[in-house]
């Protein structure tokens, strides 16, 4: 049997969700010469949007500047559903020719970086096997998330109950849920997502939290976005309202660190008004500042008036253990349910669970400094999307994307094989605290993540304008970044 030979690619994009999807559109606006491909472990792409399938799921920011920037969103919603976010993302994969360079099912098992070729040896798995690819640069565009293994917090006695278990990240097609009582344990985006949107149908919801979470109400239709776009050309509405949201955005960010108790009083104020006579403080104020954790939308109050409507009731306790029908709680209260839903959170993934090597020796990715907010220090030829996470995860997959065909574009003018971010042994960089938001999910993984100084380029920034500014002053070839030729003393040494 003949030898399967190596597939060659000039760039490998792993992932086909919005921030796969960012970086082939703009390979194929920018780097139109280069040929790319795409796996995709899943049948469809979408990637969150495809995986989650709990009712309601919803962006939690606007889709004015969720969507990407080359693309305009066009729907009436601003806050849009995850049937409406597919049907987008779709569109920009047909109508830029993006379908045909994707590879569905197929698993990116482990990806080694090769000095003496200057390429990485990728492994991947499909139906029909094992295979390797090698690429002159790898993309990965995979979340940063575990799409196999939420997080669990292991509650004692799950296996008495005796009703439904269910994971929102899990969600059985063609759920029943009509007429039963509901748990939902947890407060963040997910658990806020859910509970007014099963309200309808569940006799009754209770959703069980440890802490309140910050949450503001917001229309779900952007009435300045829909003005504009019946008088201005659909292009010019988006980029004038995109301007005017993520500005928007960014002042609440900064007053909400600079003046916390002025934002804390806005939401505190809003949601006692939205609540009438159901407001609870102690299930309303959180016992940390708004944007310590991610500020949680409501669209149109939908969450505030079905507790107000009795639909829905908040329990703000701690667990004790689960029972053969519902929860006991540690005040002694106990909750009777049918179903209860686990909206505990996720786990991140670094580099998108896969084993990533240089010349066989594994990645300590702690031991690493973000560069460019998506490069890393003396890691070749490599590139991963880590959105913001104080604004919505687009704006960075875009400014990725843009930023690396850019250093494409000067490898090919150079000439040369291999780009790297070069940090001395005996740098002098400081770490900074890039990741100052208490949310379970960060904390729980800061001893794997990269380190990050307290200044560009050598920051995981958090700061979408400040990074625009800097795109467009700092050139690409800064010194840091190192341009050159595979080796040839080691590329002899491997024939």
């Known amino acids: 049997m003949a030898e399967q030979q190596t597939e060659e690619v000039d760039v490998l994009i792993v992932g086909a969700g919005i921030s796969g999807i960012s970086m082939a559109a703009h390979m194929k606006m920018l780097r139109p010469g280069q040929n790319f ?3 995709e472990r899943r049948k469809q792409l979408g990637g969150t949007w495809d995986l989650f399938r709990y009712p309601g799921i919803r962006s939690d920011s606007d889709m004015h500047s969720f969507g990407f920037a080359f693309e305009p969103w066009i729907d009436d919603e601003a806050i849009a559903g995850g049937d409406a976010i597919l049907r987008y993302l779709n569109h920009v994969v047909d109508s830029r020719g993006i379908r045909e360079h994707i590879r569905f099912g197929t698993k990116v098992i482990s990806a080694d970086w090769s000095s003496s070729e200057a390429r990485w040896k990728i492994v991947t798995e499909d139906a029909a096997g094992w295979r390797e690819i090698a690429a002159r640069f790898l993309y990965l565009g995979s979340g940063y998330y575990d799409y196999d293994h939420p997080y ?12 439904k278990l269910v994971h929102p990240q899990f969600w059985p097609e063609d759920f029943d849920y009509s007429g039963k009582r509901v748990i939902v344990v947890g407060s963040g985006a997910t658990a806020v997502t859910l509970v007014p949107a099963m309200a309808a149908k569940a006799a009754h919801i209770t959703m069980l ?8 109400a917001q229309p779900a239709q952007d009435r300045f976005a829909n003005f504009l ?3 201005l050309p659909e292009k010019l509405a988006y980029r004038l309202t995109r301007f005017k949201n993520i500005r928007l955005h960014r002042f609440v960010f900064n007053q909400a660190r600079s003046r916390p108790a002025r934002i804390a009083n806005y939401l505190t104020k809003h949601a006692r008004k939205a609540l009438g006579p159901a407001w609870n403080e102690k299930d309303f104020v959180p016992p940390y500042n708004p944007w310590e954790q991610r500020l949680c939308l409501v669209p149109d109050g939908d969450l505030f008036k079905a507790v107000r409507a009795g639909e829905v009731s908040i329990v703000t306790d701690r667990i004790d253990r689960f029972d053969a029908t519902g929860i006991v709680l540690e005040s002694g209260t106990h909750l009777e349910a049918d179903i209860i839903v686990t909206a505990t959170g996720l786990n991140l993934a670094i580099a998108g669970g896969i084993a990533v090597t240089l010349d066989g020796k594994p990645v300590d990715w702690a031991q690493h400094w973000f560069y460019r907010s998506c490069m890393f220090s003396n890691v070749p030829n490599f590139a991963v999307v880590f959105g913001y996470l104080n604004a919505s995860w687009t704006l960075r997959a875009d400014n990725s994307a843009q930023y690396i065909c850019r250093v494409l574009g000067r490898m090919e003018e150079l000439g040369v094989d291999v780009v790297c971010p070069h940090l001395a042994e005996d740098h002098a960089l ?3 605290d890039v990741y100052s938001f208490s949310s379970g999910y960060i904390q729980r993984v800061r001893h794997l993540m990269p380190k990050s100084a307290p200044a560009l380029p050598w920051r995981l920034n958090m700061d979408y304008l400040e990074d625009q500014r800097d795109f467009r002053r700092r050139p690409v070839d800064d010194g840091i970044l190192s341009f050159r030729q595979k080796d040839a003393a080691l590329a002899r040494a491997a024939e």
């Open 37 to 39: 491909t795409m796996l």
């Open 430 to 432: 400081e770490e900074g």
């Open 209 to 216: 939290q440890r802490t309140p979470t910050w949450m503001g």
């Open 229 to 231: 776009r019946r008088i």
């Open 152 to 163: 669990d917090p292991e509650f004692a006695g799950t296996e008495e109950f005796q009703g």
